[in-house]
């Protein structure tokens, strides 16, 4: 799920020691931190139980989850592709961000080191550029600047619904940015088909910075551009013909092509419901998108990643499929039901079943790169 190679240096580029296998598990170990505080947010939030029972990891659950949890991730492994020590800052600030904001310490000082944290990934895009000009790095720029853009508001005030646009193409440009550099080996892939995807990228984001002063017409725009890059991706994505192998490929097409299934809810909502701020629409579109969408992008590429990240591999077992399965089914009863049809139940029971799903996911994760099979 890279660009670059972890082999790869940048041409011109002497090679810099880096830090080793423990220093880069320990800035996974943050990414975890932020997780279980997330996850334990989630639980407030739907009124259950927590182990910890603190309003303030409600109030920080989106940010914790999007940067100091996914955030770290994805830029832990931007580090380890570039191969400069300076590029592991990126991934240090926000999973330091992360854990200040679940610390006795003020919310602005996790909030500036998830905005440093954010301007470093921008130089490392940046690395990968003079390396490799491409269009698949443009549009994962694109998504860095939308996060740039959403950690530099909220430390201005600006709450997280009204920032929900940025968060989400944060996160989904830079996966389809991923998806784009991954197709490229497919023939239909050609120059327009580039372009096209970096149309929609730039068409998002203009629907999102329409979208924070001019709602109204803002969120229909982003509803018709997730649309396109759903199209776009069914139309090129290697997924849709992996989906016909059999083992790791088939099970990651497979957690691909669910998560595109869950960003057709996403554009729905913005579509018929137009900006949605609280309420069942709006929990339909955040976890539609954040657990459906990005949480089975991580299941698919999570035998890539850790190898890369670790270099210990993740052999794929078929018990994965556990996980991800219990994760969609969690979720269409959460948003299909419970939020559509206001039945509050099945939202509770469908957020802790959702938290189950990647929890065990990471339980066999854990197992499988510990190298104790689990059957």
């Not at 005030?157 to 080996?185: K, N």
Request: charged share 10%; with cysteine.
């Amino acid at each position: 799920m890279t660009s670059l190679s972890p082999s790869t240096t940048l041409r011109g580029t002497p090679t810099v020691p880096r830090p080793r296998v423990g220093s880069r598990l320990g800035l996974l170990l943050l990414g975890g931190v932020a997780l279980l505080a997330g996850l334990d947010g989630a639980l407030v939030l739907l009124g259950l139980g927590a182990p910890v029972d603190s309003l303030r990891l409600a109030e920080v659950h989106g940010p914790l989850m999007v940067f100091g949890f996914v955030g770290t991730v994805v830029t832990l492994e931007r580090a380890v592709a570039v191969r400069r020590s300076w590029a592991y800052l990126s991934p240090a600030l926000l999973g330091v961000g992360g854990l200040a904001l679940v610390s006795p310490l003020p919310v602005a000082v996790g909030q500036v080191a998830l905005i440093a944290g954010s301007a470093v990934l921008l130089a490392v895009y940046a690395a990968i550029w003079r390396r490799q000009a491409s269009v698949s790095t443009g549009v994962q720029v694109l998504g860095a600047l939308m996060g740039l853009m959403a950690t530099a508001l909220w430390l201005r005030g600006v709450g997280i619904p009204s920032l929900a646009p940025l968060l989400i193409l944060y996160l989904v440009l830079t996966i389809a940015g991923e998806r784009l550099e991954l197709s490229r080996v497919s023939p239909a892939v050609d120059h327009r088909a580039e372009q096209r995807m970096l149309g929609i990228g730039l068409g998002l984001v203009t629907g999102a910075v329409v979208a924070l002063v001019w709602p109204v017409a803002g969120y229909p725009l982003l509803g018709l551009g997730v649309l396109a890059l759903v199209v776009w991706l069914l139309r090129y994505d290697v997924a849709t013909r992996t989906v016909r192998a059999v083992g790791l490929p088939r099970y990651m097409a497979l957690c691909l092509l669910a998560g595109y299934g869950w960003l057709v809810v996403v554009a729905g909502i913005w579509l018929v419901q137009g900006p949605v701020y609280a309420g069942p629409a709006y929990d339909a579109m955040m976890h539609a998108v954040f657990l459906g969408f990005v949480m089975s992008m991580i299941m698919a590429h999570a035998p890539s990643i850790l190898p890369a990240v670790l270099r210990r591999p993740l052999p794929y077992r078929p018990v994965m499929y556990g996980p991800a399965a219990l994760l969609h089914a969690s979720l269409l009863a959460r948003v299909l039901l419970g939020d559509a049809y206001g039945w509050p139940v099945l939202v509770q029971w469908g957020g802790v079943l959702n938290i189950v799903a990647v929890l065990l996911f990471v339980v066999v994760a854990v197992t499988s790169v510990l190298g104790r099979p689990v059957r």
